[in-house]
């Protein structure tokens, strides 16, 4: 006998017909806990967020910080055998925290902390349209220490591609050797590129993940507004984030398909390797991977990647025991970085023992926030360190065996 329960009317409101399903599906088997990288650490267990929706537990539910420390890296979606992403849920229940704060009904003392550093994100996005408050100049520092600046690199309309370069990579001193390197195979290879500068805003990703939909669409109508001034045929990125943003949130949130290419930089470097457009000089080392949650898991990227990997003479590439869809996250999404920062060296340290545990001495991934995520918890993890494990991203290593 089935037993419909009454929901909270705010509940109500936002629990629409599709997660009303996921709640049917769920029949607790835990198999999304034992995936999650947040469950081990905390008391976050994702499946029973669907039975507090369901039950209309709406003041509990809210005043709960694990809301908050999920970092979307769909691996419960990916465990679960009744294809239960939870996420999508996640983020809508944020958006009513974020209603439900302005009429204090938040109480937990870190869930009000991590909120109000929320909150200096979402107002450093909306004031500046980066995650870093910097003065939209900034975006280009990066260009500065590259040997040559390509003519034309700086809002040059009629390009046939705009590399859109993220707030990671155009703001975090440390990332800016991810878009010199991948200017410097762009120009290597001929391509006729450019960046939009201080033009390019945040994708929108923190905001949506925060559940900030309606802000979110803001910044997603002005950048595709840009790159359609710009006349370009494809858009490409090195953050898989953006691309995710771009490829699969743009066309649902805006209304409408986009009227050029999305590409992450792993496709077009696997094109131009096969292509013969870059010569890669030999590569003396072993290689391991780590897939990028948004690109990865959330946008099925798995083989661009480990195409480019494979064509790199002399390399030895190997797999981690978690990969592909089963890969770990690095701790880096979610926002979890600015809710709850102590959370995510203790993640990227479950990744890197699955690195270490290759015997590789480079490990490679394909996002500047996974590379900065686990560069920065490889240099306080012991098996790391006796390693010497290196990380870089794919771009990197790249550009550093360019004939």
């Not at 705010?10 to 599906?25: E, G, M, P």
């Not at 890197?352 to 480079?362: C, M």
Request: aromatic content about 6%.
């Amino acid at each position: 006998m089935s037993i419909t329960l009454s929901l909270d009317p705010t509940l109500r409101d936002f629990v629409n017909a599709q997660s009303q399903q996921l709640i049917n599906r769920c029949y607790a088997c835990s198999k999304c806990t034992a995936g999650c990288p947040i469950a081990r650490l905390t008391d976050l267990r994702p499946a029973q967020f669907l039975q507090m929706v369901e039950f209309g537990m709406t003041d509990a539910l809210l005043n709960n910080p694990t809301v908050w420390r999920c970092l979307g890296c769909d691996l419960c979606g990916a465990r679960c055998p009744n294809d239960v992403h939870i996420g999508d849920m996640l983020v809508a229940i944020r958006q009513l925290a974020w209603e439900e704060s302005n009429r204090a009904r938040l109480t937990d003392p870190a869930l009000v902390q991590g909120m109000q550093r929320l909150g200096a994100l979402r107002d450093n996005i909306g004031s500046a349209h980066n995650i870093t408050g910097d003065a939209a100049t900034n975006r280009v520092l990066w260009t500065q220490n590259l040997e040559r600046v390509p003519e034309g690199l700086l809002n040059r309309a009629g390009a046939e591609i705009v590399y859109f370069v993220g707030c990671v990579g155009s703001l975090f001193p440390q990332s800016y050797r991810i878009p010199q390197a991948f200017t410097t195979i762009l120009t290597s290879a001929h391509a006729d590129f450019t960046v939009l500068g201080g033009e390019e805003w945040c994708c929108g990703y923190p905001l949506l993940a925060a559940g900030q939909r309606e802000r979110a669409r803001e910044l997603m109508a002005h950048n595709v507004a840009q790159i359609k001034a710009m006349g370009a045929r494809t858009l490409v990125t090195t953050c898989p984030s953006c691309y995710h943003m771009w490829h699969h949130e743009y066309p649902a949130l805006l209304g409408e398909p986009l009227p050029f290419e999305v590409k992450h930089s792993t496709h077009l470097l696997a094109g131009l390797l096969q292509e013969g457009a870059l010569k890669l000089n030999a590569f003396e080392g072993t290689i391991t991977y780590h897939d990028p949650c948004d690109l990865g898991r959330k946008s099925g990227v798995f083989d661009a990647p480990r195409a480019v990997l494979t064509n790199i003479p002399g390399a030895r590439f190997v797999e981690m025991t978690h990969f592909g869809k089963n890969a770990m996250c690095c701790g880096g999404g979610g926002n979890l970085e600015t809710f709850d920062p102590p959370l995510v060296p203790q993640v990227a340290s479950e990744r890197l023992n699955d690195a270490v545990g290759t015997g590789a001495n480079i490990l490679v991934s394909a996002c500047q926030q996974c590379e900065r995520t686990l560069m920065g918890a490889a240099r306080k993890h012991e098996g790391a360190r006796k390693a010497r494990l290196k990380v870089m991203d794919l771009v990197e290593l790249v550009s550093q065996q360019l004939a």
